[in-house]
């Protein structure tokens, strides 16, 4: 595919780094020269330096023959405005980066009437990937399948746990709720187990459970606890707004350290529910004097990833039943877990799921398009919802007929609204949504799955 992205920030790179892998053809473009050289010289991509909102520079990129154009400028209007352009030469698709609150109702109307494939937002993704965490404490990441039909939770096996020491066969004897354990993170490696896989104290199993049977596996492993009330959020920037909104609209006690005292009073005006304090949230006598040592969640959104992780650490000391980081360099992302941080989050890599979620949709012919997509384990396992559209031989066979292929694994099947989490028996039919978890990387096609 021809894909053209306009604005190079953070997500833009990221965004590239994914798309490369995908082996698609990509025109970047940017205001700053230095950043499209760079680009250029690293992914070995073409660039146009320039505003991507003006015709004349779209048209350099070659829009007009664009099957997508990403618009992911700082500037939400700018991010539009180079939408509608690229539509307007010709572009199949467009996908564009909408941040502001003040828009969220209007995000349905760009979609259907000005021609916008995807609004895209990640701050406000982020924020509801951390509701997720806090709503159940005892999960350390929670993903959604079949419109919230389908959970895969991320559990770490502490000291105690009942699944310790068990095989996937025999833990049937633990656990009578019917989950399936679709991948296992084992210090750095990453396994997508069979039968006699036994688990051990310190893995991370990511399972898929019915939504309506999370609740009872959780209870069954002992990780049923008691729920979070107070919150306290360090640092007041967008994915703070979002997060304090949706949390005090839950009933939450939510505070809020901002060191910026304009901002400080603009949140302050916008969450009247909120507590929203002045102040350095990495200032030990604050936190202190704002009581981090009686709160139920820390949550650390400031921009310096440095300081999100100090503060997290802090904030574990001080016995936080939850402690979630924001962290943007891809590097730290595997440090933080050896210094007792399990719940990060990574904005960039949320959205950069979402966008390769509907490249994979729109770039394939062959039947079976993808639904939703997740990056896994620091990105080694992708978790995918195909719709099984078109006639397949595989179809109708019971699944220990099947050959999948090696560290492939169907994990879910969804059919007339039911979820059906499988065993050898159980067998795909045609407009069934089918899961699969697999560490291979560009499957695009549910026939992927299958030798």
């Given at each position: 595919m021809n894909i053209v992205l306009i604005g190079c920030g953070t997500i833009g790179r990221t965004v590239i780094e994914h798309a490369i892998k995908e082996k698609h053809n990509i025109t970047i473009v940017d205001d700053e020269k230095r950043k499209v050289e760079e680009l250029i010289e690293r992914f070995d991509v073409m660039g146009v330096v320039g505003n991507g909102a003006c015709i004349d520079i779209q048209e350099e990129a070659g829009v007009a023959n664009a099957n997508l154009v990403?618009?992911?400028?700082?500037?939400?209007?700018?991010?539009?405005?180079?939408?509608?352009?690229?539509?307007?030469?010709?572009?199949?698709?467009?996908?564009?980066?909408?941040?502001?609150?003040?828009?969220?109702?209007?995000?349905?109307?760009?979609?259907?009437?000005?021609?916008?494939?995807?609004?895209?937002?990640?701050?406000?993704?982020?924020?509801?990937?951390?509701?997720?965490?806090?709503?159940?404490?005892?999960?350390?990441?929670?993903?959604?399948?079949?419109?919230?039909?389908?959970?895969?939770?991320?559990?770490?096996?502490?000291?105690?746990?009942?699944?310790?020491?068990?095989t996937l066969i025999t833990m049937q004897k633990v656990v009578k709720t019917k989950v399936l354990i679709c991948a296992v993170q084992r210090g750095d490696e990453v396994v997508i187990p069979s039968g006699h896989f036994k688990m051990k104290e310190g893995d991370r199993l990511n399972i898929t459970a019915d939504a309506n049977s999370l609740v009872s596996f959780l209870r069954e492993v002992n990780l049923i606890k008691s729920p979070l009330k107070n919150i306290m959020i360090i640092g007041g920037g967008k994915i703070a707004y979002y997060l304090a909104n949706e949390l005090v609209s839950k009933h939450y006690n939510v505070k809020v350290i901002e060191n910026n005292q304009e901002r400080a009073d603009e949140i302050a005006e916008l969450l009247p529910k909120a507590t929203i304090i002045y102040g350095d949230g990495t200032d030990h006598d604050l936190l202190i004097e704002e009581g981090i040592e009686g709160i139920d969640a820390c949550v650390v959104l400031t921009n310096v990833d440095e300081e999100n992780i100090i503060a997290s650490m802090y904030a574990k000391k001080q016995k936080a039943k939850k402690v979630i980081a924001k962290v943007k360099k891809t590097s730290f992302l595997g440090m933080v877990g050896e210094l007792g941080i399990a719940n990060v989050v990574s904005p960039k890599e949320i959205i950069a799921s979402q966008i390769i979620s509907y490249l994979r949709a729109i770039s394939n012919d062959r039947g079976s398009n993808v639904i939703t997509l997740y990056k896994l384990v620091d990105n080694k396992v992708e978790a995918l919802e195909f719709s099984a559209r078109k006639k397949e031989k595989f179809y109708n066979k019971p699944l220990k007929e099947l050959k999948t292929k090696e560290n492939c694994l169907i994990a879910c099947i969804i059919r007339d609204g039911q979820v059906i989490i499988p065993g050898g028996n159980d067998f795909i039919q045609q407009n069934d949504s089918v899961v699969v978890v697999t560490t291979h990387e560009q499957f695009d096609d549910l026939s992927d799955a299958f030798e």
């Open positions: 990403i618009t992911l400028t700082q500037n939400d209007e700018i991010n539009i405005l180079a939408a509608l352009v690229a539509k307007k030469l010709g572009a199949t698709s467009t996908i564009a980066r909408v941040r502001n609150p003040e828009y969220k109702k209007q995000v349905e109307l760009m979609k259907d009437e000005l021609g916008i494939s995807l609004i895209i937002n990640p701050e406000r993704a982020t924020a509801e990937e951390i509701v997720n965490m806090i709503n159940i404490p005892s999960v350390l990441k929670l993903e959604q399948f079949a419109k919230g039909k389908v959970n895969l939770v991320e559990i770490l096996l502490e000291k105690g746990n009942p699944l310790i020491g068990e």
